[in-house]
């Protein structure tokens, strides 16, 4: 009973007031002949097609391929860039060798590899994993890097004095104290790694909802494209509110907040 | 490291934790290397409170570290339980000034007490030390909150609970009360001679604070300059156990307490 309470009292009423007008003023202005464009389907279209694709079945698959590719993208990225970001907070040597190649590759749109990863890997997964995990590696590599680099000092010594090893030092201290920032970058790679599964779909690997959306569009079903794009847009809010919350349990003391 | 020098390990005094012969330390700088300590010479023997007190500047952080292993000595010797120091000594636990920087914020009280026990001793063994070292700094029923619920005070305790856990041979205090209110000083300053009671750890407490070295110290090193160096030591001679208002009215309290202040000031005008 409190519980209840509790979700009715945190759902974001006015946010969704604001919802439902967008999609009414969209539903008004098509069927009053205020706008006109041939293939642009009206919300209630929309949820037809909804319906449709669900009913049909194809709408698991596809997301399921989808969820698939941007959960292991992610995990492959998220273990990579903490790794290597460990690694770079650690030495100042290596900082000194890679930073600079980082920067130069950092801003380069992730994208962009998608017809190299094309080349080398054909219509695969392995394609659509590659063009997930390079762009998706930065933030948290980056991030990592500098709750590393960011640990306090003191934290080092209390390390020494109490004779820690190395992989207690790791282990005890410098993880837990760069775990706030490994989840910021890990929170970036997430949303990143759906856009970058999504559009691998798009160009190159033929499943999936990014490759429904091309297919829906080329049979001429604006509708069921609308749906999947609404069906990403979904699996996007699932899977961030999936992290969050999965962090959430572990730091429901707060202790996130005071971390840093 | 070399082996010791015969002369040395013949010289030393078996009951001396610590000893420094003509220690001077460089640190570097961005203007180059600055000499922060200069012919250091002081011995700790086993079970003493050792003061060190001097104004900010002259290098007491610094020697402690030094005897923490946490720094090294540019010339002379630092010998710990007569060998040279090459690290951080086993059985020496520094306590710091700054506790909610050496706190692990993310650990509560009880599991930042068993930090240096962790992987050494038995589960149960563990528990029987951190509820034991808690209850000497009075915070048994705080074991499961987070050092940010707890006042500066509090935190401090916790800290000092997490040295004591590992039953250390020498306690190393950088200035632990320094950021504390007058009321909490005294309390933990009371706590503390109480627990090197119980504990029969030596203490090294760094401090710029003169009543509180002599009120707290065996002996007191009093530490003046730029660099800095051992301007005099004073033999403690007060009656223990030490009283908050008895001791500091004590005719000899005061007298210690200008001699410190004449020796401190003295250099100061020179």
Known sequence: MHEREGILTRVNWPGLATIALGLAVWEIALRAGL???????????????????????????????????VVVGWAMAVTTGVVLGLLLGAS???????????????????IAFAPVALLLFGFSLEMELMVIILPALWPV????????????????EIGQTFRLSRAETL????????FPGILVGARLSMTLALVLAVVAEMVGNPSGLGYAVVREQQAMRPDLVFAYVVVIGALGVILNAALTSAVALPTASGRLREAT | MTAE??????????????????VSVELSHTDGPRRVLDDISLDLSRG?????????GTGKTTLIRLLAGLTRSTRGTVDVNNRP???????????????????????????????GLEGRLPRGEIKARVDEALRLVRLSAHAGDHPWQLSGGMQQRVQIARALAVRPAVLLMDEPFAALDAMTKAALQDELLRLR????????????????????????????????????????DLPKPRDQIVTRQLPRFLELRYLLHHAIGQTEHA
């Open chain 1, 141 to 156: 590599l980056v991030n990592t890097m500098g709750a590393v680099t960011g640990v306090h000092a003191r934290l080092f």
């Open chain 2, 48 to 56: 003493e409170f050792l003061t060190i007190v001097g104004p900010s």
């Open chain 1, 35 to 69: 706008a006109q464009y041939q293939n642009l389907p009206a919300p209630s279209a929309i949820a037809r097609g909804l319906v449709e694709i669900a009913g049909s079945g194809q709408l698991y698959a596809d997301a399921l391929h989808t969820l698939w590719s």
């Open chain 1, 92 to 110: 100042t040597t290596l900082r000194r060798y890679c930073l600079a190649s980082i920067e130069v590759l950092r801003p380069m749109p992730g």
């Open chain 2, 5 to 22: 020098s015969p002369d040395r390990s013949a010289a030393a005094a078996p009951d001396l934790v610590f000893s420094c012969r003509g």
């Open chain 1, 171 to 178: 282990g005890k201290i410098i993880l837990p104290a760069a």
């Open chain 2, 85 to 115: 120091i090459d690290g951080p000594p086993e059985d020496v636990i520094i306590v710091f000034q700054d506790y909610s920087h050496a706190l692990l914020q993310w650990r509560t009280v009880a599991r930042n007490v068993a930090l």
């Open chain 2, 197 to 236: 009671d119980e504990t029969r750890s030596s203490v090294v407490f760094v401090t710029h604070d003169i009543e509180e070295a002599v009120y707290l110290g065996d002996r007191v090193a009093v530490i003046t300059g730029a660099p800095g160096r051992i301007e005099r030591i004073v033999e403690v």
